[in-house]
T-cell receptor, first 113, second 115 residues
Framework: AQSVAQPEDQVNVAEGNPLTVKCTYS??????LFWYVQYPNRGLQFLLK??????LVKGSYGFEAEFNKSQTSFHLKKPSALVSDSALYFC???????????FGAGTRLTVKP | DAGVIQSPRHEVTEMGQEVTLRCKPI?????LFWYRQTMMRGLELLIY????????DSGMPEDRFSAKMPNASFSTLKIQPSEPRDSAVYFC?????????????FGPGTRLLVL
């Protein structure tokens, strides 16, 4: 079975500070890992993914995530947060031999000016 | 590309009525997913299709829910009869499996309110 845990319902950071949104996963076999962002009244937008290769993945809007196999984690990071980054963030995992994807419960990021 | 298209964007109906949600996946994508999002339960996978064939419908809440994909460019999710607890945002997503993209692309969602 595949599953994702986002341990924090909410993350608050000040503008200009670094941010981290945590994600751990469970999957049999090798994982595909994804981060999506959802703005109010919008669908989910793809941010970045890890498929294979370099453990540090860079994505849209200055976000990056590091795949850590030993800790089964894929935390989302950004060096300097913007107010406009405030949104709901979802981590997702998919086993490479399966088609369906499992999403975490989401973490609401609030960046205060 | 227009992306994943869903209709209607908003639906308000009364309990007991039939509701049909529609989705057009991205051209060339061969897998389609229906999700439901609520505050209480988050994002739930309801069903997904691969090459128009339903693969896993274990997330469908009950027999009142049904989904079809008659061809590669169209899918429906039907609720009959609808109940207030079905109120949620329903998302459709598509992917081209076997490609190096492996990314699901989501539609804008249908916001359903059952009174």
């Amino acid at each position: 079975a595949q599953s994702v845990a986002q341990p924090e319902d909410q993350v608050n950071v000040a503008e200009g500070n670094p941010l981290t949104v945590k994600c751990t996963y469970s999957v049999s076999g090798n994982p595909y890992l994804f981060w999506y962002v959802q703005y109010p009244n919008r669908g989910l937008q793809f941010l970045l993914k890890y498929i294979t290769g370099d453990n540090l993945v860079k994505g849209s809007y200055g976000f990056e995530a590091e795949f850590n196999k030993s800790q089964t984690s894929f935390h989302l990071k950004k060096p300097s947060a913007l107010v406009s980054d405030s949104a709901l963030y979802f981590c997702a995992v998919r086993a490479t031999h399966l088609n369906d994807m499992r999403f975490g419960a989401g973490t609401r990021l609030t960046v205060k000016p | 590309d227009a992306g994943v298209i869903q209709s209607p964007r908003h639906e308000v109906t009364e309990m007991g009525q039939e509701v049909t949600l529609r989705c057009k996946p991205i051209s060339g994508h061969n897998s389609l997913f229906w999700y439901r999002q609520t505050m209480m339960r988050g994002l739930e996978l309801l069903i997904y299709f691969n090459n128009n064939v339903p693969i896993d419908d274990s997330g469908m809440p009950e027999d009142r829910f049904s989904a079809k994909m008659p061809n590669a460019s169209f899918s429906t999710l039907k609720i009959q009869p609808s109940e207030p607890r079905d109120s949620a945002v329903y998302f459709c997503a598509s992917i081209k499996t076997g490609s190096d993209q492996e990314t699901q692309y989501f539609g804008p969602g249908t916001r359903l309110l059952v009174l």
